[in-house]
Antibody, heavy 118, light 109 residues
Framework: EVQLVQSGAEVKTPGATVKISCKFS????????LHWVQQAPGKGLEWMAF????????IYSEKFQGSLTLSADTSTDTAYMELSGLRFEDTAVYYC???????????WGQGTLVTVSS | EIVMTQSPANLSVSPGERATLSCRAS??????LAWYQQKPGQAPRLLIY???TRATGIPARFSGSGSGTEFTLTISSLQSEDFAVYYC???????????FGPGTKVDIK
């Protein structure tokens, strides 16, 4: 059974950078795509980007182009999401999620709360 | 970018009753539509993908239908654990983003 365990909550000041990790287990890391989804407090879900750990291909939503960087370490089966130039409105829970080639979001991490506060 | 809309925004249903949730895409997405359930304080859970295929472990009371721009999630007989927010999402319709609808909250009548 695939499991994703994310790093803990973060508090950052405006303009800072946050990096969240997502540890994959239970199957072959390179058989899956890793997506990231944002959920602001009390709001809906927003798809941000995905990475293919097998070939390091990345696709970003236009909204996050330039501020979001994804990476994946196949030696530790861990994916990373780095968001820079943080603004108050980046306060949200960030989820990592797996998919197969059909891009349906199958297995979700527990989420990481990022709070941007001065 | 494809825009997803959902209706109604809120749905009050009695336990044991049928619930019908709608999702519409701003342009055709074939059958590339997924449904997710999210309970308070929890991560979402995949229910349905490719419009009508139940994900692993999802009870048969959940069913999906539709194609093109109009989709429906039906919960045949609501159980207490089904009260939640439901999101639709277009998946595998290139190019990304794989946009979500705003959600339908199903609560107890």
């Amino acid at each position: 059974e695939v499991q994703l365990v994310q790093s803990g909550a973060e508090v950052k000041t405006p303009g800072a950078t946050v990096k969240i990790s997502c540890k994959f287990s239970g199957n072959s890391f390179t058989d899956y795509y890793l997506h990231w989804v944002q959920q602001a407090p009390g709001k809906g879900l927003e798809w941000m980007a995905f990475i293919d750990p097998e070939d390091d291909e990345k696709i970003y939503s236009e909204k996050f182009q330039g501020s979001l960087t994804l990476s994946a370490d196949t030696s530790t089966d861990t994916a990373y999401m780095e968001l820079s130039g943080l603004r108050f409105e980046d306060t949200a829970v960030y989820y990592c999620v797996t998919s197969k080639i059909n891009m349906a979001l199958e297995t979700w991490g527990q989420g990481t709360l990022v709070t941007v506060s001065s | 970018e494809i825009v997803m809309t959902q209706s109604p925004a809120n749905l009050s249903v009695s336990p044991g009753e049928r619930a019908t949730l709608s999702c519409r895409a701003s342009e055709s997405i074939s059958r590339n539509l997924a449904w997710y359930q999210q309970k308070p304080g929890q991560a979402p859970r995949l229910l349905i993908y490719s419009a009508s295929t139940r994900a692993t472990g999802i009870p048969a009371r959940f069913s999906g239908s539709g194609s093109g721009t109009e989709f429906t999630l039906t919960i045949s007989s609501l159980q207490s654990e089904d009260f939640a927010v439901y999101y639709c999402q277009q998946h595998n319709n290139w190019p990304p983003p794989f946009t979500f609808g705003p959600g339908t909250k199903v609560d107890i009548k």
